[in-house]
T-cell receptor, first 116, second 115 residues
Framework: AQSVTQLGSHVSVSEGALVLLRCNYS??????LFWYVQYPNQGLQLLLK??????LVKGINGFEAEFKKSETSFHLTKPSAHMSDAAEYFC??????????????FGKGTLLTVNP | DTGVSQDPRHKITKRGQNVTFRCDPI?????LYWYRQTLGQGPEFLTY??????LEKSRLLSDRFSAERPKGSFSTLEIQRTEQGDSAMYLC?????WGEGTEAFFGQGTRLTVV
């Protein structure tokens, strides 16, 4: 069974400040890991994903995340927050090589607020 | 390519009524997924189709729920005898296969309110 824990249901930063959204996962097999963003009344948009290979993954809108197997973490960062980054962010895991690897297990989400 | 389309975007229904939602995936995508998202939670997997075959159903999908994808294109999700606990956002996603190089694209969702 897989699970995702997102630390902090709400993170508030100033415009231009570092964004750090934390995600820890549990998986019995090597995982695929994802970050999605959801704007109000919208669906989910993929920011980035880790499957295999390089552990530092770069995504859209200047976001990146690093897979740390020893810490079972996949934290999302952005060096400088922009007002347009305000949204809810979801971390998700799937079984990388398992038969049900299409099934995403999501965390509860972190609401990012960006203050001017 | 207009992305994944869901209809309606919002639905308010009285408890005990039946409702049906539609999802039109990206045209060449052979895989289609339904998720449910309640307030303050992340999306939860409900079911998955490969072409017209429904290959997995979550335990969250009670007998009151039924999903179909008759010709391997659009899909419908029906909820019979709705209950207040069914109030949620129902998200549809599609992908072309699944693996390292693929991505699930999500629709904007159907928000259901049961009163």
């Amino acid at each position: 069974a897989q699970s995702v824990t997102q630390l902090g249901s709400h993170v508030s930063v100033s415009e231009g400040a570092l964004v750090l959204l934390r995600c820890n996962y549990s998986s019995s097999v090597p995982p695929y890991l994802f970050w999605y963003v959801q704007y109000p009344n919208q669906g989910l948009q993929l920011l980035l994903k880790y499957t295999t290979g390089a552990t530092l993954v770069k995504g859209i809108n200047g976001f990146e995340a690093e897979f740390k197997k020893s810490e079972t973490s996949f934290h999302l960062t952005k060096p400088s927050a922009h007002m347009s980054d305000a949204a809810e962010y979801f971390c998700a895991v799937s079984e990388g090589s398992g038969g049900s690897n299409y099934k995403l297990t999501f965390g509860k989400g972190t609401l990012l607020t960006v203050n001017p | 390519d207009t992305g994944v389309s869901q209809d309606p975007r919002h639905k308010i229904t009285k408890r005990g009524q039946n409702v049906t939602f539609r999802c039109d995936p990206i045209s060449e995508h052979n895989r289609l997924y339904w998720y449910r998202q309640t307030l303050g939670q992340g999306p939860e997997f409900l079911t998955y189709f490969q072409n017209e075959a429904q290959l997995e159903k979550s335990r969250l999908l009670s007998d009151r729920f039924s999903a179909e994808r008759p010709k391997g294109s659009f899909s419908t999700l029906e909820i019979q005898r709705t209950e207040q606990g069914d109030s949620a956002m129902y998200l549809c996603a599609s992908s072309l296969g699944w693996g390292e190089g693929t991505e699930a694209f999500f629709g904007q969702g159907t928000r259901l309110t049961v009163v």
